[in-house]
């Protein structure tokens, strides 16, 4: 399968003698949640970006951001991250053979996700604060030194991004409501983008974002200065595409809302155990949103985004899921762990 500036390079700001960084990212798979679907009364959808290289929809983003970073002539790229850019923008870096740098909140990131950056070879800095005051001082490096700034500030990573859209108009047609977590607000800006350009007078569904309800600041409309939520890749209090998102959920009749840290774990273990996807605790946002608010009315078709794999988080994982069974080594006591469970 080709990546996806080849997939979708008309649609993209990419000429065909450009640089092209890769990992054949994109078109993963929709799947359709049967329980979830029936609890709701709507046909419901399941935007699987955890299949993607780096087990997160970040490399749409980072495909695009790299690739252009590369044809500028850049020799290092940074990035501020709750830990999934980090991953991804550490394992296109060293793809394309430049330099990484990444700025995440010292002890605030999933151990799959550090694991990652560091294994890709970028510079990791934990920074004693949160995630909005990294963003802001890439940002001003950024504008020091020549390194390109790749978090989602970067209109290459929207473009990347945007591509998630087409892939559920190509395979399923159009929707009536996307349900997606919003942290830095890239993602359901992304989104709406790539819903408006498909097709032009083409239905457009509902963006329908989903916040922490300890990182909510587009539900209260102000920032939120000491972030907290166990979902740790939207702990997150000053988005950066604010604007724009507020912008998409006006525009698609849509609208935020913010779901409690229980919410959230409540339907990762039901996606896992019910619907076989085991999906990262920021991602069940989405379908957290959808089973507290129900689906929109009149909405018979949705997509829920699962923005990132549940693998990258394993700790929590542990924490939330039944404890191992120990059992000697013969058959009669393994027989009664299986069937027993002691
Ligand atoms: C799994 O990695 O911001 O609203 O620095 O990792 O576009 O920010 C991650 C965000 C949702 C929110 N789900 O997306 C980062 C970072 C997962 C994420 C989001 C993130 P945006």
Known sequence: ?????????????????????????????????????????????????????????????????????????????????????????????????????????????ATGKLAQALMHGARVIALRGNFDQALELVRELAQRHPIALVNSVNPFRLEGQKTAAFEILEEIGTIDALCIPVGNAGNITAYWKGFQEWEPGGALPQMRGFQAAGAAPLVHGAPVERPETVASAIRIGNPARWEEAIAAMRDSRGGVEAVTDEQILDAYRFLASQEGVFCEPASAASVAGLLAYGAPEGAERIVCVLTGHGLKDPQTALEQAGSVIPCEADLASVERAIYDGS
Not at 61 to 79: L, P, Y
């Open 1 to 109: 399968m080709a990546g996806l500036i080849e997939r979708y390079r008309d649609r993209l700001p990419f000429g065909p003698d450009d640089p092209v960084v890769s990992l054949q990212e994109g078109s993963t798979p929709l799947v359709y949640a049967c329980h979830i679907s029936e609890r709701v009364g709507a046909q419901v959808w399941l935007k699987i970006e955890g299949a993607n290289p780096t087990g997160s929809f970040k490399d749409r983003g980072m495909t695009c951001a790299v690739s252009a970073a590369v044809r500028e002539g850049a020799s290092a790229v940074i990035c501020a991250s709750t830990g999934n850019t980090a991953a991804s923008a550490a394992a296109y870096a060293a793809r394309a053979g430049l330099r990484g740098a990444v700025i995440v909140p010292e002890g605030k990131i």
